[in-house]
């Protein structure tokens, strides 16, 4: 019995594995037709009507597809806005505005955020709005933050978090002392 639990304990010893979150890496385009409302020098509205996937690259594909529909939230005023944008599982969180400006006739917005999904770490992004002033068509993209912003987020740097075999290993452990301690039990009864 004793050579048993140590094959097995050895066995759950040698089979422990670490996870660790990963960044997403990436970039995406859209199109569509918005409404932008300004005042001459800043935007101050943007109403969404319209909007698909224009190009993917990275971490997005395959889950979004160029022509996929993207779920845009109205800024009725421009301010950071908790789920900005999603599609395909992805969601942007508009945290700042950086850029808010019209030049011209071109409208232009930018921002820095946090884009999430299932399986990644919660990643720093940029995004970037341009449109002619009016109700006209607009283009956007997303793409990771400069390091500098990543690097603000956090002062820690990246660890590995071992994965729920070493609790089983223990767990085995703890077993294993209890049949030991009632095999000594029987032997001396």
């Given amino acids: 019995m004793r050579k048993f639990i140590f094959l097995l304990t050895a066995l759950f010893f040698f089979t422990s594995t670490t996870t660790s979150a990963m960044l997403l890496e990436g970039k995406i385009d859209f199109t569509g ?25 990275g971490n997005f594909i395959p889950a979004v597809t ?7 939230s109205d800024l009725p005023t421009i301010v950071p806005t908790i789920d900005l944008w999603h599609v395909g599982g992805f969601e942007f969180d508009l945290a700042a505005i950086t850029i808010n400006t019209v030049v011209g006739s071109v409208a232009i917005v930018e921002g820095a955020g946090f884009l999430s999904t299932a399986g990644y770490e919660t990643t720093p992004f940029h995004w970037a709005y341009s449109s002619r002033r009016g109700n006209n068509a607009f283009s ?5 933050a400069p390091p500098s912003i990543i690097q603000s987020r956090s002062s820690f740097p990246p660890t590995v978090v071992p994965a729920p075999a070493g609790a089983a290993l223990l767990g085995l452990a703890l077993l294993g002392f209890g049949f030991t301690r009632r095999n000594n039990q029987v032997q001396y009864n």
């Fill in 140 to 144: 956007a993209t997303v793409y990771p």
């Fill in 66 to 72: 160029p022509g996929d529909t993207v779920i845009f």
């Fill in 33 to 57: 037709l918005s409404t932008t409302t300004d005042d001459g020098s800043a935007v101050t509205s943007l109403m969404f009507a319209t909007f698909e996937i224009d190009a993917v690259t």
